[in-house]
């Protein structure tokens, strides 16, 4: 059993690491996969339901300006979770407030929506590193 005992001396932490952050962009899905956690059957009225389906994209800089603060050597960001990024019609704008910021990105998605259109975007970006 561990006891707490108050003490005068100030807690000092070490500095905060992240290397890298995802940020759910949307959580929804053009998908219902029987194997998803999020989204397959009979788990769709899930964790996400009372959220907002799609992030503000001031929002998301006021995030990203925040982790370009913390001490990292290196950072990369998902702007995705459990949703399918590109439902976001404005996945692109999110995009290029990575690559605004340098930030490296990379994303995960089920590929259905990715246009060639997208495609060259994305590839055009040097920040961009690659799909999962």
């Known amino acids: 059993m561990?006891?707490?005992?108050?003490?005068?001396k100030p807690i000092v932490l070490p500095p905060i690491s992240l290397n890298s952050l995802s940020?759910?962009?949307?959580?929804?899905?053009?998908?219902?996969?029987?194997m998803c956690v999020s989204h397959g059957e009979g788990l769709?009225?899930?964790q996400a339901k009372d959220m907002p389906p799609?992030?503000?994209?001031?929002?998301f800089e006021d995030i990203i300006s925040q982790?370009?603060?913390?001490?990292?050597?290196?950072k990369i960001v998902a702007p995705q979770f459990q949703g399918e990024s590109?439902?976001?019609?404005?996945?692109?704008?999110?995009?290029?407030?990575?690559?605004n910021a340098g930030l490296p990105f990379s994303f995960t998605t089920n590929a259905t929506l990715l246009t060639p259109e997208i495609s060259r975007e994305l590839l055009a970006?040097?920040?961009f590193s690659g799909i999962n």
């Open 2 to 8: 561990y006891q707490i005992v108050p003490t005068n």
């Open 23 to 34: 940020i759910e962009i949307t959580n929804r899905c053009n998908l219902r996969c029987k």
């Open 44 to 46: 769709d009225a899930g």
């Open 54 to 59: 799609f992030m503000e994209l001031d929002f």
């Open 67 to 74: 982790y370009k603060r913390i001490a990292s050597d290196r």
């Open 86 to 99: 590109l439902v976001n019609r404005q996945f692109l704008d999110f995009c290029r407030i990575l690559q």
């Open 125 to 127: 970006m040097s920040c």
